[in-house]
């Protein structure tokens, strides 16, 4: 676009006869007027005009439409702002007075450069999209990994407690028990719920580690074998880390055995440094091992086994949560278990 009128006519006249179509605009306001993006491919403007400047016109029109080309036409003393223009996003400039051909010749390379910004904005949206669809691709064959992954685990802590009949689902119970625990005691959590469910079902997962013969020894442990046993929580803890970067699950595989006088295993924790998760589960664990029979003893009478909690209660056992599981055997909500598995956090 130009001021001068005629020039403009004839030149544009003069493009036409090359193939190449204009539009003419008699300032920059009717030019960006006329801009959306992808109208047009290329815009010679005058640098110099009433009103809107060429300048502000290119970086306005650039605003409009990143990848059009745009020609700066000016008189040989404005080269300096000239090629700030190009400094600015301008194609190229042309000094006066110039030949149709001139102008001709460049404006054709400006709008194959054009043609190519158009090609390869095409092609990174392309590749965006194609990027996009890796990621999720990828995103979810780690997710189905991680799945099969924790029933894995799940799978293998049924497996080690069905060799045993007297701890068959034991980690069902005890998830079930720590279930209706941590509603009462910490309700409206749901991510800290999925937490110790999933914790509770794998907290024995380590006993994959210890000798069969030690786990299913008939009579009472000899000390060399307790020792064995007392492996596993840490055992566990290690099988789970490749798996599950939840803080909460880990350290209450890890930290099931600890006693609040710190007297438990492996760490030898202290009160309230025993994480409150672990404590939930530690109760929930006694409550059922004591009410379950095993190999060398029967079943104890569920007021006996909140008796011995009861009694334990601040020295073995964390004593808010003893005391809830007494209310919640007291109204008879431990004779049905809610089911666990919709709380199984599968990795
Ligand atoms: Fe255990």
Redesign the pocket.
Known sequence: MDDEVDLVAGLADGLMLSGIETDIAHSGEEALACLRPGAYDAVLTDLNMPGMSGDELLSRALRVDSTLAVIMITAGSDVTRAVECLKAGAFDYILKPFDLEDVTIRLEKALERRRLGLLTRALEAENEVYRRRLEARVHEQAEQLRTIFGRTLRSFTQALEAKDPHTQNHSSRVAGIALLLAQELRPGHPEFLRSLVTAALL??IGKIGVPEQILLAPGRLTPQEFEAVKK??VIGETILKPIYSDETILRVVRH??EAMDGSGYPDKLVGEQIPFAARIVAVA?AYDAMTSARSYRPAMPRPDALEILVRGAGVQWDAEVVLTLQDLAQEGRLDHLPETDSFFWEG
Do not use: F, I, Q, T
């Open positions: 907290h024995d596993h929580p099931h055995h664990d």
